[in-house]
């Protein structure tokens, strides 16, 4: 659980580890989960990136809007910033509301030529879902727009139903210089763990399709 109990991780669940920090990783049919340590961390005033790279078809190893560069090209980007402004983020060219929902959403085909994110695009956008109202089905008004809710930002609190202030749709908790972190794997684009799938480039295939990869990687800055 994101409950902030560190005694359910050992030292063989690290993944990364720069000395002053650390990074410990779990998973099971439903969730990743990861450990970070920082030492000295301020929750308050701290903000954490964790790039994560699952598919070799894209991605990116510069992010422009915080002005950081990664060791390798990252698919996604969690920043821990708070309680309030903490989120998971995908590369713009890994978005698949946009490949899938773009005219709904945002008025535009992504699949037009000039509308089709770069391979490297250094942008990292939120993560949202479709609401499915009555405006996204009004394919004909263009001014109708489909709302969208944002799955991606990260909720605070407590996960293990056990506790007196237990949030059963908490996303991480921080103690101390810890914090878990727990997200499904969906989020991630995978559509099948269990064999390890995920969506392949959706502008080689003109939608929704699936490659098979056998690691993923994970970093930590500040």
Same mark, same amino acid.
């Given at each position: ?34 450990? $970070? ?9 701290? $903000?954490?990136?964790?790039? %994560? ?14 002005? %950081? ?10 920043? %821990? ?5 903490? /989120? ?6 890994? *978005?698949?509301? /946009? ?14 030529? +000039? ?11 939120? #993560?949202?879902?479709? =609401? ?5 089905? =009004?394919? &004909?008004?263009? *001014? ?10 990260? /909720?605070? +609190?407590?996960? &293990?139903? *056990? ?18 972190? /727990? ?20 502008? *080689?295939?003109?939608? $929704?399709?699936?490659?098979? #990869?056998?690691?993923?990687? #994970? +970093?930590? +800055?500040?």
């Amino acid at each position: 659980y994101n409950d902030g109990d560190i005694s359910e991780w050992t030292r063989n669940d690290v993944i990364c580890d720069y000395g002053d920090s650390s990074i410990s990783y779990k998973y099971d049919e439903r969730y990743i989960y990861l450990m $970070v340590y920082k030492k000295d961390f301020d929750f308050d005033n701290d $903000v954490l990136y964790i790039p %994560i790279d699952t598919t070799y078809k894209s991605g990116s190893s510069y992010d422009e809007a915080n002005d %950081i560069k990664f060791d390798r090209a990252a698919d996604f980007l969690i920043t %821990i910033n708070g309680k309030d402004s903490s /989120r998971i983020q995908v590369q713009e060219r890994y *978005e698949s509301l /946009r490949s899938t929902y773009s005219q709904n959403v945002y008025g535009f085909d992504s699949y037009l030529e +000039g509308n089709i994110p770069d391979i490297d695009s250094p942008k990292f956008v939120n #993560i949202d879902m479709i =609401l499915q109202t009555a405006t996204a089905l =009004l394919y &004909n008004d263009n *001014e109708a727009l489909a709302d969208v809710f944002e799955t991606g930002k990260l /909720r605070y +609190g407590n996960g &293990n139903p *056990e506790s007196s202030d237990f949030d059963s749709i908490s996303d991480f908790m921080v103690n101390g210089d810890y914090i878990e972190i /727990r997200l499904p794997w969906q989020l991630l684009n995978f559509s099948d763990p269990s064999r390890m799938t995920v969506h392949d480039d959706y502008y *080689e295939n003109y939608g $929704v399709d699936f490659i098979q #990869i056998d690691k993923m990687y #994970i +970093g930590l +800055g500040d």
